[in-house]
């Protein structure tokens, strides 16, 4: 379900956007992340009364350099809610998205329920393989939601971009391209992208979809690596939650 913007040419993104790396100096911003996980006490009574699951299937995918005990605390409260909430189960996140989504694919093939489509919520790297696997696999996909996650550039638009391009010997022009061409395709189920403009890792301006007209964007206050305790994106994720159930 592609929006008229994604016609527009990989080369011209980045200007007609305003795309470009965060400055690594603001990295320092990403210590409000331990305020933000001490909001999640005040806000516990209003989170609690967020729309109940009946068991849909959603499994949370960590991002870079993380694994499922970063996605713990999320998935312990989507649990409450209700829902059957499953960690990755593939480790930490060690930024080779193209085999993950193989990856993600046979997890979920071993643990989703026979002829029932299951839920992603993806952070950061994880919520670029989440929509990579909905482009994929449409079929074993209800919905996607994404929290801090870079749409446009793969991780050109990131402040540790040029650092991973090195380590890892990439082009980051060429992966731009790849990943433009496949945002091209797009993909039809419900989309939910979470952001912060307060991200000081990935750019903001790179995390909005421009490519598929279902995208339900929010924003909220906050940082990259505070989103996975941030109650401002828990209550977001429990929304779109609520808005799946109520589909017929």
């Known amino acids: 379900m592609n929006s008229s913007e994604a016609i527009i040419p990989a080369v011209q993104r980045a200007e007609l956007f305003g795309m470009k790396a965060p400055n690594p100096a603001l990295r320092i911003f990403e210590a409000r992340a331990l305020l933000e996980a001490a909001l999640l006490l005040p806000a516990a009574p209003f989170l609690a009364a967020k729309r109940r699951g009946d068991g849909q299937q959603v499994m949370l995918l960590p991002g870079f350099m993380a694994d499922d005990r970063a996605m713990w605390p999320l998935r312990r409260y989507l649990t409450y809610l209700g829902y059957d909430a499953l960690p990755w189960g593939l480790g930490r996140n060690k930024g080779r998205p193209e085999a993950d989504v193989a990856r993600v694919l046979q997890r979920i093939a071993e643990v989703r329920r026979e002829d029932e489509p299951i839920i992603l919520v993806g952070w950061s790297l994880g919520g670029v393989i989440a929509r990579a696997v909905a482009r994929q696999a449409p079929d074993v996909v209800r919905e996607v939601i994404t929290f801090g996650a870079p749409v446009e550039g793969g991780p050109k638009y990131t402040a540790t971009g040029k650092r991973f391009a090195s380590a890892m010997n ?20 419900p989309l939910t992208v979470i952001y912060s403009r307060g991200d ?5 301006r790179a995390a909005i979809d421009r490519y598929n007209s279902q995208a339900f964007h929010r924003r909220v206050p906050g940082s990259h690596l505070g989103m996975v305790v941030n109650p401002a994106v828990w209550w977001q994720v429990a929304s779109a939650l609520g808005r799946s159930k109520a589909q017929p």
Do not use: Q
């Open 170 to 189: 990439i082009d980051l022009d060429a992966i731009e391209h790849r990943v433009h061409d496949a945002n091209t395709k797009g993909f039809d189920c």
């Open 200 to 204: 000081a890792i990935v750019d903001w």
